[in-house]
């Protein structure tokens, strides 16, 4: 079973993604996709546009392409699109071949960066199933950040990717007062493996215009 919170949802209601069923576990803000991004009189919206990737055809897309299509608001115009970029899902195990006990998952958020053009898509992947030739359940995630300056189709992208951990926070921080936010957070939780119950969380700083790694420090949370 395929199962895609509200915004992948309605991105693929809009773009036709490879998916399956979709539920809206809870509710994203759209308000960072509306405004006037391309310098001309008149709003926009950005769309993100996700395509799921199925080499194999077994039914788990192994990677998506993102790019923004930005729309003459409150119409259908397409006025120009910003550079796909690429992501690659949790790597489905030899031994889960039961299309039945297989879950996937993708969570998202979006920002914009105050003041400006650039907007940011996080997203967390999660994939559950059921390995049979090692009879266990296995659970893998990975997350990964998308952002583009959307004011034109030569707008700058950058992508930043972790393998093997969710996404559990994604905020843009104003350090200095000045009502722009020049630091992006993101924190990531994994369970500690080395005997100890418990969990550790990894913080990440990156610079908001170009994803620049500032800062990654691992943390424990809860022992």
Excluded at 169 to 190: A, K, M, P, Q, R
Aim: charged share 15%; hydrophobic share 35%.
């Amino acid at each position: 079973m395929n199962k895609l919170k509200l915004m992948s949802a309605l991105v693929c209601g809009i773009c036709g993604c490879i998916t399956g069923g979709a539920y809206a576990d809870n509710f994203t803000s759209f308000a960072p996709l509306v405004g006037n991004f391309d310098g001309v009189a008149g709003l926009e919206t950005a769309v993100p546009n996700i395509v799921n990737y199925d080499a194999n055809v077994d039914g788990y897309p192994e990677s998506y392409g993102i790019r923004f299509d930005v729309y003459a608001a409150g119409t259908k115009t397409l006025k120009y699109s910003t550079a796909w970029r690429y992501f690659d899902r949790p790597a489905l195990p030899a031994g889960c071949t039961d299309p039945s006990n297989m879950f996937w998952d993708t969570s998202a958020k979006v920002l914009r960066r105050t003041g400006t053009t650039r907007i940011h898509f996080g997203g967390s992947e999660y994939l559950g199933c059921w390995d049979g030739v090692n009879a266990k359940y296995v659970e893998l995630d990975n997350s990964g950040i998308y952002s583009a300056d959307v004011s034109s189709s030569a707008g700058t992208t950058w992508v930043y990717k972790l393998v093997g951990y969710q996404m559990d926070g994604f905020e843009g921080i104003d350090t200095d007062g000045d009502g722009v936010n020049d630091t992006l957070l993101v924190s990531h939780g994994y369970d500690v493996t080395s005997g100890i119950d418990g969990e550790n969380i990894y913080i990440v700083t990156l610079n908001p215009a170009t994803g620049a790694f500032l800062s990654g420090v691992t943390y424990p949370f809860k022992r």
